[in-house]
Nanobody, 115 residues
Framework: QVQLVESGGGLVQPGGSLRLSCAASGSIFSTATMAWYRQAPGKQRELVASITTVGTTTYADSVKGRFAISRGNARNTVYLQMNTLKPEDTAVYYC?????????WGQGSQVTVSS
């Protein structure tokens, strides 16, 4: 059974940094495209960043140049380094794993950017 467990969220001031981690159990990590999504109150869930098994990355325009996604294959973990955070980055961030027709979600981690 696949489980995705996120950590690293919290409260940070504008301009600050946070790093989210997502630890994946099960065998899917080695074949899955991993991604981070976020959902702000009253808004739809949106893709923030994704990374394939060979390291190809994509980013939402709103986070390009500020966020970086990476995967630690030895630890079955995907990271999201978030720099120069803005209040509009406030949301629940979800880890996602997708391979063919299989898709899994983490429980979500709250990120709040506020002074």
């Amino acid at each position: 059974q696949v489980q995705l467990v996120e950590s690293g969220g919290g409260l940070v001031q504008p301009g600050g940094s946070l790093r989210l981690s997502c630890a994946a159990s099960g065998s899917i990590f080695s074949t899955a495209t991993m991604a981070w999504y976020r959902q702000a109150p009253g808004k739809q869930r949106e893709l923030v960043a994704s990374i394939t098994t060979v390291g190809t990355t994509t980013y939402a325009d709103s986070v390009k140049g500020r966020f970086a996604i990476s995967r630690g294959n030895a630890r079955n973990t995907v990271y999201l380094q978030m720099n120069t955070l803005k209040p509009e980055d406030t949301a629940v961030y979800y880890c996602n794993a997708r391979y063919l027709r299989e898709e899994y979600w983490g429980q979500g981690s709250q990120v709040t950017v506020s002074s």
